[in-house]
């Protein structure tokens, strides 16, 4: 029963996914193309609605798929000062647009600690997000610090606000899946009634806890408590000045535009992503394999970008194995652009020889970061 509901998540969430390239994708061309203001607006309009609908399927797709797949924790280094900062700076435009101040409360001159990055950044930015909705005015509090106990060290997270507060009867039920304080037709706010139940399942499984005190009116403190090992900040600065330098040294010899090959069968990714991508650097296009092995035959490519579903016959897996096989090509960055997204599929693919991931729908910021990446390290 699992492994059918497996595929029919992976599945459903590829189906999904793969319209979004072009609705995303193109939206957002539009928007920053149009001159005429109206029809910029439209274009803008459409871009933040499908912005919405994209988040609404990450966290349908992200719960289910907490329900049967294990959660595998990546241990990092983590500057939590600096993340916090960035979330900040992130939120700082929707805290404004409701006259709402974000302040930060962090004595401690660094906190460094090991734990996953990606869920911590996940659970911040769905309780900030959360903070802002439920809040019509004052301000949210930010604070973080370490702590002992026990012998034990512990990263403590709160995130307060002054916001419209959750009556006691309800603060068992808003950690549930779908469930909110307000449901049934007259709700007063809207939302899919995941983030908290994404949160907890995370805290879980990073072996902390989450706590609420609220009162109605007045606002709502969520705090977060994870052990964590503390890192020294020295460590983390050592490692990112390497980057910085090699960036450099890399950023004035390429200058000429790289040649890059694309290997898609949805014919819409394929114009968006060639639309984004032409500017900046030499693309060649194939709807197939076998035109891709041609392709990488006659040519020379410093990188390849190869969606996994390639429609019938050789996938996407199997011809990054055989791009490999051909002369040249052993060690060059072979991306999996794909809307199978979840984490395992990602590390699978990453396994299996890709040396980099795009989860679809993706913008134009994020594609051309990557190989910005791929090019300048
Ligand atoms: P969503 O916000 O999408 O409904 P969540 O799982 O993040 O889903 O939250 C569940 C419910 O908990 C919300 O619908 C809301 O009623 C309540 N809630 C969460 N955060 C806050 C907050 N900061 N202030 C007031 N209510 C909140």
Redesign the pocket.
């Known amino acids: 029963m699992n492994r059918v509901k497996a595929y029919f998540f992976a599945n459903m969430s590829h189906e999904l996914r793969t319209p979004f390239v072009g609705i995303v994708g193109f939206s957002e061309l539009l928007s920053e193309s149009l001159q005429n203001p109206e029809e910029k607006e439209m274009a803008n309009q459409i871009l933040k609605s499908s912005k919405r609908l994209t988040e609404t399927l990450n966290k349908i797709l992200n719960v289910t798929r907490l329900e049967f797949d294990k959660l595998e924790v990546k241990l990092r280094d983590i500057d939590v000062i600096e993340m916090i900062d960035q979330l900040k700076i992130l939120f700082s435009k929707s805290a404004s647009a409701k006259n709402i101040s974000i302040k930060t409360k962090i004595s401690q001159d660094e906190i460094v600690v090991k734990t996953d990055g990606r869920m911590l950044d996940e659970m911040i930015t769905?309780?900030l997000?959360?903070?802002i909705?439920?809040?019509q005015d004052g301000f949210i509090d930010i604070s973080a610090e370490t702590i002992v106990r026990e012998n034990k060290n512990y990263l403590l997270l709160k995130v307060a606000?002054t916001?419209?507060?959750?009556p006691k009867n309800?603060q068992e039920i808003?950690w549930k899946e779908f469930?909110?304080?307000?449901e049934g037709m007259n709700r007063s706010?809207e939302?899919?009634?995941?983030?908290?139940?994404i949160i907890k399942k995370y805290v879980e499984t990073l072996s902390g806890k989450i706590t609420l005190e609220?009162e109605i009116g007045k606002?709502?403190t969520?705090v977060i408590e994870i052990p964590v090992e503390i890192v020294s900040k020295k460590e983390v600065n050592k490692s990112k000045e390497i980057v910085l330098k090699q960036t450099q040294n890399n950023i004035e010899i390429k200058s000429r535009k790289p040649k890059i090959l694309y290997v898609e069968d949805d014919v819409i990714a394929l114009s968006y992503v060639d639309k984004v991508l032409k500017a900046f650097y030499e693309i060649d296009t194939a709807f197939n394999a076998t035109i891709a092995l041609e392709l990488a035959n006659k040519n020379i490519y410093e990188a390849m970008l190869l969606d996994i579903n390639l429609g019938k016959g050789i996938d996407g897996v199997e011809l990054m194995q055989m791009m490999r096989k051909i002369n040249g090509y052993n060690k060059i960055p072979i991306v999996a652009v794909t809307a199978y997204a979840a984490e395992s599929d990602r590390l699978e693919f990453l396994a299996k020889g890709f040396t980099h991931y795009l989860s679809k729908p993706f913008t134009s910021v994020e594609l051309r970061g990557m190989l910005g990446k791929i090019f300048n390290s």
């Open positions: 769905n309780l997000n959360n903070a909705k439920y809040t606000d916001g419209v507060g959750i309800k808003i469930r909110q304080v307000s706010f939302g899919t009634g995941l983030g908290l139940t609220s606002g709502s969520f």
